[in-house]
C-alpha cells in the first residue's frame, strides 16, 4: 500500500512570506502528526490531528497551524516566516484510536524548507 | 506525564563491534515502547516496538531491544555493527493517558560506525 506523501519536498521562502505544507497518510489512518526537525533542536511535535480535529498541540507560536480533511489528508502551514524555521518538517500517520497498535507512526520523507 | 532520555547524542563504534543504544522512559501508566531509524535524507521508519508480552522485541536489520520495568529502560543493541547502521535513532514512548496513545519522542542518537 502507499506510504504517507508529503509535499513539496523541498521548497525555498523568503521572510515574511507563508507556507503551507501537504501530508497525505496511509489509506485508513485517521491520525496525523507533524513534527520539526532541526540540527539544534532535534525532533518537535508540532500537533496531531485525529478525525479532523487538533487533539494535541506542542509549544510552537500561532503562526503554525494545521488542519486536517474528512479523507483524513493535513496541512500546515507557517505565516510570516522566520529564519529559524529553517527545518524539515516531517509528518506521521498512525491509526490513532487506543489500543497497541494504534500509535504506530508511518512518517512520510518530509519537507525541507529554507527560509531567506 | 511521560518522557523519554536517550544517553548520548553521539555514539560510535567499530564496524563488527556491538551496538549499544541506551533509552530510559518515565510514564505513569504501563508505556508501549518504540525504537525508530533515520537515514540521511528520509523520514524515520520503525524498527521495533513493544506492547506487551514478551520483553525481548526483536526488529529489522538485526537489532533487538529489551524492556526492563525494574530499571524504566529500553535500551537497543545489535551483535555486530555495519556501515549500513550509520542512522540516527530515535527511542520513543506512547502511553493511553486522556483516553488515547499519546507518542513522546527522545532526543535521538547519531550512531557513526567506523570502517
Known amino acids: 500500500k502507499a506510504g504517507v506523501t508529503q509535499t513539496p519536498r523541498y521548497l525555498i521562502k523568503t521572510r515574511g512570506q507563508q507556507v503551507t505544507l501537504s501530508c497525505s497518510p496511509i489509506s485508513g489512518h485517521r491520525s496525523v502528526s507533524w513534527y520539526q526537525q532541526t540540527p539544534g533542536q532535534g525532533l518537535q511535535f508540532l500537533f496531531e490531528y485525529f478525525s479532523e480535529t487538533q487533539r494535541n498541540k506542542g509549544n510552537f507560536p500561532g503562526r503554525f497551524s494545521g488542519r486536517q480533511f474528512s479523507n483524513s489528508r493535513s496541512e500546515m502551514n507557517v505565516s510570516t516566516l522566520e529564519l529559524g524555521d529553517s527545518a524539515l518538517y516531517l509528518c506521521a500517520s498512525s491509526l490513532g484510536g487506543g489500543g497497541s497498535g494504534a500509535n504506530v507512526l508511518t512518517f512520510g520523507a518530509g519537507s525541507r524548507l529554507t527560509v531567506l | 506525564a511521560q518522557s523519554v532520555t536517550q544517553l548520548g547524542s553521539h555514539v560510535s563504534v567499530s564496524e563488527g563491534a556491538l551496538v549499544l543504544l541506551r533509552c530510559n522512559y518515565s510514564?505513569?501508566?504501563?508505556?508501549?515502547l518504540f525504537w525508530y531509524v533515520q537515514y540521511p535524507n528520509q523520514g524515520l521508519q520503525l524498527l521495533l516496538k513493544?506492547?506487551?508480552?514478551?520483553?525481548l522485541v526483536k526488529g529489522i536489520n538485526g537489532f533487538e531491544a529489551e524492556f526492563k520495568k525494574s530499571e524504566t529502560s529500553f535500551h537497543l543493541t545489535k551483535p555486530s555493527a555495519h556501515m549500513s547502521d550509520a542512522a540516527e535513532y530515535f527511542c520513543a514512548v506512547s502511553d493511553q493517558s486522556g483516553g488515547y496513545q499519546k507518542v513522546t519522542f527522545g532526543t535521538g542518537t547519531k550512531l557513526q560506525v567506523i570502517p
Open positions: 510514564s505513569s501508566v504501563p508505556p508501549y
Open positions: 513493544y506492547t506487551t508480552g514478551a520483553t
